[in-house]
């Protein structure tokens, strides 16, 4: 079995967009968060070629398994960017992808933040666990934010600090 990350391709889209949304179906998204989610994908490549925004892909064998990213967050959180759109295919998971797919990601982040912040849902209890592995610290909401998406989980990680567990 061969593993690659790599940048967003245009031809990606269909491909993450699918696991993105079965994602959504699978941890018990309402159709209307759903639907929010259908047309916020449309585009992944577009709205990761802002500065300061990243989108990389993993691969098992050169097919698509899941992806991840970060855009800027600092107009909520100053100095922060926003770890974005991390999903993977459930056959994909438990192989180191998620793992790898957050350190490359953040490798591009210390580069341009000072931190990343995140939010999930509770029932993502596998992404929780790497989060908190990687250092990662639950937060409260930000002040005045609510999540488009229903999260219930906040967290951040600031760099230049001993965060890795």
Do not use: W
Request: aromatic share 10%.
């Amino acid at each position: 079995m061969n593993t690659r990350i790599r940048p967003i391709q245009k031809e990606d889209e269909a491909a993450l967009q699918s696991i993105i949304a079965a994602a959504y179906d699978e941890f018990g998204y309402s159709e209307e968060i759903q639907a929010s989610n259908r047309v916020k994908t449309k585009n992944l490549f577009e709205q990761y070629q802002q500065t300061g925004s990243l989108y990389l892909v993993a691969e098992v064998d050169s097919d698509v398994v899941g992806g991840g990213g970060l855009q800027d967050f600092s107009h909520i959180m100053p100095g922060l960017c926003e770890l974005k759109r991390l999903y993977l295919r459930p056959s994909a998971r438990g192989l180191g992808l998620g793992r790898r797919l957050v350190e490359a990601i953040l490798v591009f982040a210390k580069e341009h933040y000072q931190g990343m912040y995140l939010e999930t849902i509770q029932e993502m209890q596998g992404a929780i666990q790497l989060y908190n592995r990687l250092g990662f610290h639950f937060i409260e909401r930000p002040n005045g934010y609510i999540c488009p998406e229903g999260c219930n989980t906040f967290m951040a990680l600031r760099f230049g600090q001993s965060n890795e567990r």
